[in-house]
């Protein structure tokens, strides 16, 4: 298992550098004069021009900027934000808990109801069920998130008046940010109700986010549990007298899991990049909504570094998938 | 299971159905694919003839009737079929613009990816020693960014716009006709028929483009066809976030993004445009579903 | 009376006027006893254990007079209740041991999800029961293959796990489905000794599909022919070797290469099984038997009892021989 983990990790060094070198690149294309743009005036004195260069280090030849580039990263330098004068990491720090609870609430929501739906439609395949999931999983992947969240926000919010339209939690609590959670945080807090409230603010937003890959996961969840369904392994299971259930859920789940996981795995890319929509919907204050501010801002160190930082989170993610599927699936973990 | 034994066999070697018809009636069994070809031609037709098909100019503002609810509500006047928006101007005008623009941006996008990709796919598939590896490491690397999040670093630098928008998505779009390329020309290239045209003295560029792209096209059609709707998807969530095509000009995502605002007051504003982008990317993707089916034999019979 | 007793079964699949893949089959195994079930690939040997196990789902459909195994009514006997029968009192080992045991689990979970299931063994007993198991089917250095993945197991060990699986809870009658088909020559004989090893210490029925007839001449009591879903001979060992009565059995056995030392070249049946749309009107043999008489294109022969035990043949040979 060691030996599975190490080689995985020898990968993901090269894809590294290549993103650093894409975040690098970044900057150095931005049509125009860099000083300018990052100034946001024209005709700079060309004194503080000269000065603003050297300072960025945009006048060294490009080998030599990039190493600094990645000198500075390794030493856990990622620049500061020109708005707010804070740290990129720091700020990113701050952010991140919001988006990894609202991430995970639209995991939760996904593949819990997504591998339920998946096995029931597999079980009783072409019933109505089977093909009233396979319909809906196909609107949900073709279904513009953004939309979505506002036909939600209208319908639950504005129709009904049950769920808040935006924020993690009413201006009301002061809820002191011990583990970044605001569901923990809540609940830590002891104050009356701030838990309900969190949640509720949680919900629609988890949905919206969660709608994509639910639809993805139904529909693998089903096909892989089809073809599992079928293999010589079922028949030895039902010939031992066991129960239907531990047919399905332990001689048949397991195994349909195994690419279930892997889709899981590659949405992860999607939810970041759902995130960012969703943030924005819900003024959600995460790593999305910041990245989209400090573009509007023209804030290049956040933007630079906080794509590298997103980019480096999917490809960590993408890996401890891998580890995942390699702890699920033992065909994999002992291969050379 | 038709009883075959009623044909004598002479005449079958006469009934074999032309590519065309053979594809055509896979991709007919297929209700969802053909529904969702019906709605296409209804939108490429609209989109084709906006401006005699939409009633009036998408920009012309009538200032008397700012959010005119649709037609069949109450307060709903019979000129605005779906109503007007925040500033009088017809709703239906703006989708039929909108759509013009939409499958513009797909059609755009898709062709400025499709035809590098394939080069490079081909590029790496057939020097897989030189060439191959960077290209596909080059390419891994896109793929580690969610392609909406590439899409929005790339206008991030060229900034927003119409054009930087076709660009962004054709970036994001091209790391998977190249994988799709080069894994097709792999496996070509180890087939009998390649090395027969080796021998038979093909240069390096007819072997390429003649003898071996044809036998790759079928899964590149279909990925053609996906990409095209996450196109206008993607182009509709930059314009929703401010970073694809600019206001005024009619595009579904931008439209959504100026309606947000009135989530209270008019709801046609807020689920129209995003109908309607729902309804295209669910047709083009039943249309994907169906070309898969029909093109692509591997999978022709799995399931 | 019998352990099972199988009366007029016959499997469909699809329309319940399909043309059955078994038809009107009647089989019957003592306690103790060795019946072999031969036949080519495809004359339904295999469906007729399967639907014994309740292993055929919709479309199949599986009639019969009667299906009696162990004084339980295994047509009718549903849910729970055949659950403790089926795995327990009636077990089955499948042909190809590579895709019959479950991948993502270890040899020794398997096989104690069978002692958990019927004998109600958990946790260490069940650990030590299945060690004994797998020694029981002579696998070397047991103890470390607890632990161990199907997919790092040999054909033939993984063929001995699902045979310790499938003895776990003592059955009273042990099906193997060409139990040695899937696997390398050399490791067959191994395997046909030990199932043959286990069935006579423990006293199981053993119900033995193959269709290699040298094993069955070695190992079975009871042999039931069976040709295109049908029974075509019955009979016992070593009888109808020495005097076969159905010309499709006569057949089989020239096949047998010992059979035919000396001889040019081996004796083969010209032809194939009849499929779903060549079936002849008479005796499904007719086309390709050498014996055939113009009665038997266009009526079908039913079973008959004779002295030695039952043929399907209008023409049955060796009735009169002299058979010590």
């Not at chain 1, 279930?260 to 795995?265: A, D, N, P, R």
């Not at chain 2, 079958?12 to 032309?18: K, R, V």
């Not at chain 3, 789902?57 to 339980?72: E, K, N, Q, T």
């Not at chain 3, 020694?135 to 293959?145: C, D, L, T």
Request: aromatic residues 6%.
């Amino acid at each position: 298992m060691l030996s599975f983990i190490a080689r995985r990790l020898g990968l993901l060094i090269p894809t590294f550098f290549g993103v650093t070198l894409l975040t690098f690149a970044l900057i150095r294309l931005i049509p125009g004069d860099p000083v300018e743009v990052m100034m946001g005036e024209r005709r700079v004195d060309p004194e503080m021009h000269a000065e603003a260069m050297h300072r960025l280090g945009l006048d060294k030849p490009l080998p030599a900027q990039y190493l600094d580039y990645i000198t500075k990263l390794a030493q856990g330098d990622l620049g500061e934000s020109l708005r707010t004068r804070e740290g990129v990491w720091e700020e990113f720090l701050t952010l991140f808990p919001a988006t990894l609870e609202l991430s995970l609430a639209a995991l939760l929501f996904a593949g819990t109801l997504g591998v339920i739906a998946g096995v029931i439609a597999a079980l009783k395949r072409g019933s109505l069920f089977d093909h009233g999931v396979m319909g809906v999983s196909l609107a949900g992947y073709s279904m513009p998130i953004f939309w979505w969240g506002l036909l939600l926000i209208m319908f639950f919010s504005v129709y009904l008046g049950w769920t808040p339209v935006s924020g993690r939690i009413d201006l009301l609590y002061d809820i002191e940010p011990k583990t970044g959670f605001m569901l923990i945080d809540t609940l830590l807090s002891e104050e009356e109700g701030a838990f309900k409230d969190a949640l509720m603010h949680l919900i629609l937003p988890a949905i919206v986010l969660g709608t994509i890959p639910l639809a993805v996961i139904a529909r693998m969840t089903r096909s892989a549990m089809l073809e599992v369904l079928r293999e010589d392994y079922i028949r030895t299971a039902r010939a031992k007298g066991l129960s239907p259930a531990r047919v399905v859920f332990v001689h048949g789940l397991r195994n349909a899991l195994i690419p279930v996981l892997t889709v899981f795995g590659l949405q992860v890319g999607t939810l970041l990049a759902g995130a960012v929509l969703t943030e924005t919907i819900f003024s959600w204050p995460g790593i999305g909504k910041w990245l989209i501010e400090a573009i509007g801002a023209r804030d290049y160190p956040v933007v630079q570094n906080g794509i590298l930082l997103i980019a480096c989170l999917v490809i960590l993610v993408n890996f401890v998938v891998d580890i995942l599927y390699g702890l699920v699936n033992p065909r994999i973990r002992h291969q050379r | 299971m038709t009883q075959s034994n009623a044909v004598p066999a002479a005449d079958q070697a006469l009934l074999y159905p032309s590519p065309l018809k053979e594809f055509w009636q896979a991709f007919a069994h297929n209700k969802g694919a053909v529904g969702g070809l019906l709605f296409m031609l209804v939108i490429v037709f609209c989109a084709l003839f906006a401006p005699w098909v939409a009633p009036f100019d998408p920009s012309e503002q009538f200032r008397d009737a700012l959010l005119t609810p649709p037609s069949w509500l109450e307060g709903g006047q019979a000129r605005f079929p779906l109503g007007t928006d925040e500033l009088g101007r017809d709703l239906l005008s703006r989708l039929i613009h909108g759509a013009r623009l939409s499958l513009m941006i797909g059609l755009a996008s898709v062709l400025m990816s499709l035809i590098p990709g394939i080069l490079m796919g081909l590029v790496a598939g057939f020097f897989p020693r030189l060439l191959g590896p960077s290209i596909m490491r080059l390419m891994d690397i896109m793929l580690a960014l969610p392609s909406l999040l590439l899409a929005v670093a790339i206008v991030a630098i060229l900034g927003p716009g119409l054009i930087n928008t076709v660009i962004a998505i054709a970036i994001v779009s091209l790391p998977s006709y190249v994988r799709l390329t080069r894994a097709a020309v792999m496996g070509e290239l180890g087939r009998d028929y390649v090395t027969a045209a080796r021998l038979a003295g093909a240069g390096l560029p007819r072997l390429m483009f003649i003898t071996v792209l044809p036998n790759c096209m079928a899964p590149l059609i279909v990925q053609a066809t996906l990409s095209f709707s996450s196109a206008i998807l993607d182009a509709a969530a930059l314009g929703f976030l401010g970073l694809g095509v600019q206001p005024p000009t009619p595009e579904w995502g931008t439209m959504l993004a100026s309606a947000r605002d009135y989530i209270e007051r008019a709801w046609w504003v807020v689920s129209l445009p995003g109908l309607t982008i729902l309804l295209s990317v669910l047709a083009i993707n039943l249309m994907g579903d169906g070309l898969r089916d029909a093109l692509d034999p591997k999978l022709k019979n799995a399931q | 009376m019998s352990l099972l007793d199988i009366r007029n079964l016959s499997v469909r699949f699809g329309a319940p006027d399909a043309i059955p893949v078994v038809d009107g089959l009647d089989l019957s195994v003592d306690k103790g006893e060795v019946l072999a079930i031969v036949g080519e690939s495809g004359s339904g040997k295999s469906v007729t254990m399967m639907a014994l196990m309740g292993l055929i789902d919709a479309p199949g459909i599986v009639r019969a007079d009667s299906l009696r195994f162990d004084g339980h009514d295994m047509l009718t006997l549903k849910g729970r209740q055949r659950r403790k029968v089926v795995g327990k009192d009636l077990a089955m080992v499948f042909q190809d041991p590579m895709t019959a045991l479950n991948p993502s689990y270890t040899v020794g979970f398997q096989i104690e999800e069978v002692l958990r299931q019927h004998l109600g063994i958990k946790g260490k007993a069940a650990r030590v029961r299945a060690l004994q198991l797998l020694e029981r089917v002579e696998i070397p250095g047991a103890a470390s293959r607890l632990d161990a993945y199907p997919h790092q197991l040999s054909g033939g060990m993984s063929q001995r796990v699902a045979i310790a699986m499938a003895i776990a809870a003592e059955p009273k009658l042990l099906i193997a489905d060409e139990p040695t088909t899937a696997l390398d020559v050399t490791i067959q004989a191994q395997i046909m000794d030990l199932l043959l090893d286990l069935q006579r210490s423990e006293g199981m029925g053993l119900v033995l599909i193959t269709h290699d007839l040298a094993v069955v001449a070695e190992t079975a009591q009871h042999v039931c022919v069976m040709y295109a879903g049908q029974a075509v001979e019955i009979g016992s060992v070593p009888t109808l070797f020495d005097a076969p009565t159905h010309p499709y059995t006569e057949a089989l056995l020239k096949a047998i290469p010992e059979h035919s030392l000396g001889a040019e070249r081996l004796a083969t049946l010209p032809g194939i099984v009849p499929g779903r749309y060549d079936r002849p009107v008479g005796c499904l043999l007719s086309p390709r038997c050498p014996y055939a008489q113009p009665h038997c294109r266009e009526q079908r022969p039913a079973l008959e009892p004779h002295v030695r035990g039952a043929v399907r043949c209008f023409y049955p040979l060796n009735l009169t021989a002299e058979v010590a």
